[in-house]
C-alpha cells in the first residue's frame, strides 16, 4: 500500500524532446525540496513521438512508457493510470507551460482531504494563447450553464487526483484533449471534493498541437457527453423546456391567428415530450448504476 508521500505524475508527450527533459528536472527537484519529501515516480508516456522525446526524458531520469504510434493525449494518460501505483497522481503537460513547483499546492490540497484539484490558469500573468482566449470564454460559459457551478478552469492541463477515485471511471475518458474537460464535469457532478489552486501559465515551448475548431467542438462534446452521463436531467429538462415554450407559442399563433393546430406545433410538442421521457430514462439508468 502506497504511503500519502508518495505520488507519481504522468506527462503525456509526443514530440516534446525541447522541453520535457527540463520539465521532468523540474518536477524532481520540486518533489525533493518539499517538506517532507514526495517520494516521485515520473511516468512520461511517449504518444508516438519522432523526435528525441523518449531519449531526453529517461535521460532526466523519469520512467518512459512507449505508445508506439500517435494515439492521442488522452490515450496517453490513460496508459499513465494504468501504470501508475501510488494513490496520489498528478498530471502535467511535456511543453513547459505549467510550473512544475505548483504541484505542490495541488497536493496539498489532497492531503486536506480533495479527491481532485485543479490547476485553475487564473494567476496574474497567465500567459493563454490569445487565438484560444474566446472559444475557452465560451466553452466556459457553457459549462457553468449546464453545471450551475463556477468553473474557474474547465480544462487545464496540470491536477491533482485519488487514484481510488478517477480509476473507476477511467473507461468513460476520452482518446483526445477533451480528456480533462471529463475529469472536471466528473468530479463537479459525481460528488467529488474539489479544489481550485491559481497556477501561472506560460507560453509554451515548441509547436502546439491543438487544433482550435476540430478540439473545442470535441471538448464541447465531451462537456456534454459527460453531464449527460452523470446528471442527465440537467441537459435534458431545458433542452424540454425550451422546445415546450416553442411550442407554445406555435400553439398560440395556431389558436389565434391560424384557428386551426398546424403540423408544426404538433411535431415540436412531441419532441419536448419525448425529450422529457427521454432524459427520465436516461436518469433513472444513472441511478440504477450508482
Known amino acids: 500500500m502506497a504511503s500519502e508521500r508518495q505520488v507519481t505524475v504522468i506527462i503525456p508527450a509526443r514530440n516534446e524532446a525541447q522541453a520535457v527533459g ?16 514526495w517520494e516521485c515516480t515520473i511516468l512520461v508516456v511517449d504518444d508516438g513521438s519522432s523526435d528525441d522525446t523518449a531519449t531526453v526524458a529517461a535521460s532526466a531520469g523519469a520512467q518512459v512508457l512507449p505508445m508506439g504510434s500517435p494515439c492521442g493525449y488522452g490515450a496517453a494518460v490513460k496508459r499513465g493510470l494504468r501504470e501508475a501505483q501510488t494513490e496520489f497522481l498528478c498530471l502535467l503537460d511535456a511543453d513547459g507551460s505549467y510550473p512544475a513547483a505548483a504541484l505542490l499546492p495541488l497536493l496539498e490540497a489532497l ?61 468513460l475518458l476520452p482518446e483526445g484533449f477533451s480528456l480533462t474537460t471529463t475529469l472536471t464535469v466528473a468530479g463537479l457532478l459525481d460528488g467529488w471534493s474539489m479544489a481550485w489552486v491559481p497556477i501561472e501559465y506560460r507560453k509554451r515551448v515548441g509547436r502546439s498541437k491543438f487544433r482550435a475548431v476540430a478540439d473545442t467542438l470535441r471538448l464541447l462534446l465531451s462537456l456534454v457527453r459527460g453531464v449527460v452521463y452523470f446528471d442527465p436531467l440537467r441537459f435534458f429538462l431545458p433542452v424540454s423546456l425550451g422546445l415546450g415554450v416553442w411550442a407554445l407559442a406555435f400553439g398560440l399563433w395556431d389558436v389565434f391567428w391560424e384557428q386551426n393546430l398546424t403540423d408544426k406545433t404538433v411535431l415540436v410538442s412531441l419532441s419536448a415530450l419525448e425529450v422529457f421521457v427521454l432524459g427520465l430514462l436516461a436518469d433513472l439508468v444513472v441511478c440504477t448504476r450508482r
Open 22 to 37: 527540463e520539465v521532468v528536472r523540474h518536477v524532481a527537484k520540486t518533489m525533493k525540496a518539499a517538506t517532507p519529501p
Open 111 to 171: 492531503e486536506a482531504g480533495a479527491e481532485q484539484a485543479v490547476g485553475a490558469r487564473v494567476a496574474a500573468g497567465a500567459q493563454v494563447p490569445v487565438v484560444r482566449r474566446p472559444a475557452k470564454w465560451l466553452v466556459t460559459k457553457f459549462a457553468e450553464l449546464l453545471l450551475g457551478k463556477p468553473v474557474p478552469d474547465l480544462n487545464s492541463g496540470m491536477r491533482a487526483l485519488r487514484r481510488s477515485r478517477v480509476m473507476p471511471i477511467a473507461r
